[in-house]
């Protein structure tokens, strides 16, 4: 394997690693000081987490894997359990941010670590400033979500598994397993890495001329081993692969056809109706055989739209690596790296591009955070085509110019100020307030905490109400409105019933709500502004008699009156 050598010792090593571990250390600190809103999915993990320090957790009762939230407990417990505030939310969500910051900067030190293994020093430093300034990688660590810590372990993994196909021996590939093991404790997608090592394995072992079988055979059986010994706790006990595998936004076409085609008949049913009339069956055979068609031509459609909108997705958020990708490959700077291991990462990007399309399919949806492991996976391939770019770019002045470049001719002082140019470019995407579209929740919040008397009664479609409040609620929504129906028709007489309700966008307000509360409930709160990128107006109604008219501080674009309804108008 060849492998550059730096003469200048211990600093010449590991200057350009410091350097990016500071720059993505300034980059997640200015993100954590501008934002005080962590994301919706950090409000569920913080809530596990809290369950876990009470005993009340149970595996089966939440759809998220239970990594994330362990690690948020573990910190808190460690680093804030002694304080006076360790009830607090604020200390919880500290404690998220911190396990996230931490796992960002040892992210940085894998990738460093990983591509020195498959490629030489100076890509792996690239790799590592690049992996710093990513604007996706900067803001999951300086939030409460599980894919930074989720990512790191599946780098990780990838090290040890390349170093298995570097080396040989079955320990590394035993290790990759126990990583990918415990990496799909936090997210599903964590066993990509050692399915797809083993799926590789298992070929391997038919290709003459590489490595002998039986190294391949024990090999793949270290790998299982671990990996199921680390997986499989997980599934016996819930029953499932991944309670987080269920659709979100819409149904695939094939689970649609299943259920407005499939009829399916009980025992019961069976002995009470009589059998139908061969004429019946051969008319109901024969529809189902049109519908094959329809059905095949639905998949292929909603398949096709998937890798459609992949491929969008790829072009908005990773165009610049991959032009890098493709360009590495198609200039052989990915020489340096062994076939196998070569074969093997081809076979994860693709194995991640069939699930991202399986997630349109069953989700309806593909977002920047799903796009993390595949980033990661060409992110090595892209710095080593900057920094053959670099390379040619120097030959070609120095032909054409026919002049001495001076201390422009090295191609060490090309890559420098493209890779720093890009980190700059990319410091304000990075940078910039994480989740400001609810700072009017969180601000709505701080003012209820102090406006909530003991035994008040919250109802709310507002997530992070609640959730910064530091109270319990009835969560409703415009499917799900019982909580509203009965608090309208339940007299409180000891406490208050109070709602809160964004109207802003995207909210899943329906304006009959403020119809059926102004027989009962008056407006008693504040009304708040925009958030970034989504306006939203915050009303808080209470069932007893209370301030009638209010005026929003700052900019005005409601004044409520005592009918709600004609104030919305």
Known sequence: MPSEQYSAGYWSQYRWLLLALAWALALQCAVVWNSPVISKDGTVFIQIARRMATGEFDLRDDHQHPGYPYLICLTHEFFFSSSPAADNVQSW???????????????????WWFVREIHSDSVADVAAL????????????????SDTSHWVLYVLAACAAARGFLRGGAAWFAVCGLLSGIAFWIRPEGVTVGTVTGVVLVFGMWRAGEVPRRQRVWQFGALSIALLAVSVPYIWQTGTLSQKIHPKKNYAVVANFVHEQIQTITPDAVATKAPPSPTAVAKKTRQEIRDIPALVAGVGRQTLAGVAQLGKELMQRLHVLLLLTVYAAAVGALSETPRAVRRWMAAIAGFHCLLLIA?????GYLGRRNLIPLTLVILPAAAAGLR????????????????????????????RVLVFAAMVGMAPRAARPLNQAYLPQWQAAGWLKSYLRPGDHLVTNAVF????????????????EAPLVRAMRTPRVSARTIVALDVGDGMHFDRRWLGLLQNRFHVTGRVFGRG????????FFEDTHGVVSIKQKGEAFLELSSNPIEAMK
């Open 359 to 363: 997630l349109f399919l069953l989700a």
């Open 465 to 480: 109400v609640p959730f910064y409040a530091e109270t319990s609620a009835d969560l409703i929504d415009v499917r799900r």
């Open 93 to 111: 969500i500290a404690a998220g941010r911190l396990v996230n910051s931490c796992f960002g900067l040892l992210g940085i030190c894998a990738i």
């Open 388 to 415: 053959d770019y670099a390379q040619r770019a120097v030959a070609l002045l120095d032909h054409y110019l026919r002049w001495s470049l001076g201390v422009f001719a090295s191609s060490r002082i090309w890559l």
């Open 130 to 145: 690049l992996c710093a300034a990513l604007p996706i990688l900067r803001q999951n660590a300086a939030d409460v979500l």
């Open 532 to 539: 970034k990128g989504s306006s939203h107006t915050i009303l």
